[in-house]
């Protein structure tokens, strides 16, 4: 392998790692979080955690995505915004369900990652996707690349249902 090329999968294997990883304290949702993402059957489930103050055109776009997304007739999905209980957000733009958590919940579920912020969770509860999302207008494809590919990873409702009632 050249230097040329051992330097290429150093820079590759350092992008990946520094990659936003969920806080640990992300995988188990607050209960008013799980009682959303449980209201209906669902191949995928997003939880938004929009910046709520500062950039609204950062909420927006991502809103704009999720609901796009939300809105499609074979969607099998549930999405829940997370915001503090005390923010006043311009309610309309936000997709899904709105759960507003007490400060100190709210501080504790959206961890250390800069906001705004996707999750993207299987059925099953595994993290398909969790990031931050930077304000500018590639962001929005890229997002919706990887809400395709964290689809990959699931079966449709009809089909998991299928396998979970087979021995």
Same mark, same amino acid.
């Given at each position: 392998? !050249?230097?040329?090329?051992?330097? =290429?999968?150093?820079? $590759? /294997? +350092? /992008?990946?790692?520094?990659?936003?990883?969920?806080?640990?304290?992300?995988?188990?949702?607050?209960?008013? +979080?799980?009682?959303?993402? *449980? $209201?209906?059957?669902?191949?995928?489930?997003?939880?938004?955690?929009?910046? +709520? #103050?500062?950039?609204?055109?950062?909420?927006?776009? &991502?809103? *704009? +995505?999720?609901? %796009?997304?939300? $809105? @499609?007739?074979?969607?099998?999905?549930?999405?829940?915004?997370?915001?503090?209980?005390? @923010?006043?957000?311009?309610?309309?733009?936000?997709?899904?369900? &709105?759960?507003?958590?007490?400060?100190?919940?709210?501080?504790?579920?959206?961890?250390?990652?800069?906001?705004?912020?996707?999750?993207?969770? #299987?059925?099953?509860? /595994?993290?398909?996707?969790?990031? !931050?999302?930077?304000?500018?207008?590639?962001? @929005? %494809?890229? =997002? /919706? %690349?990887?809400?395709?590919?964290?689809?990959?990873?699931? $079966?449709?409702? *009809?089909?998991? !249902?299928?396998?979970?009632?087979?021995?």
């Amino acid at each position: 392998m !050249s230097l040329q090329q051992r330097i =290429l999968w150093l820079l $590759a /294997t +350092v /992008t990946l790692l520094s990659c936003a990883r969920p806080d640990s304290t992300i995988g188990s949702h607050p209960e008013q +979080v799980t009682h959303a993402l *449980a $209201a209906k059957p669902h191949r995928l489930a997003v939880v938004f955690l929009p910046q +709520v #103050s500062g950039c609204n055109s950062c909420d927006q776009m &991502i809103s *704009a +995505v999720i609901s %796009e997304w939300q $809105a @499609a007739p074979d969607a099998e999905m549930v999405v829940v915004s997370v915001i503090p209980d005390r @923010a006043q957000p311009n309610d309309p733009w936000l997709p899904g369900a &709105i759960v507003r958590l007490k400060p100190e919940d709210y501080r504790r579920y959206k961890g250390k990652s800069p906001l705004p912020r996707v999750q993207v969770w #299987s059925a099953d509860g /595994t993290l398909l996707l969790s990031r !931050s999302v930077p304000n500018n207008g590639l962001q @929005a %494809e890229l =997002l /919706t %690349e990887e809400m395709l590919a964290a689809r990959s990873f699931t $079966a449709p409702i *009809a089909v998991a !249902s299928r396998k979970a009632k087979s021995p």
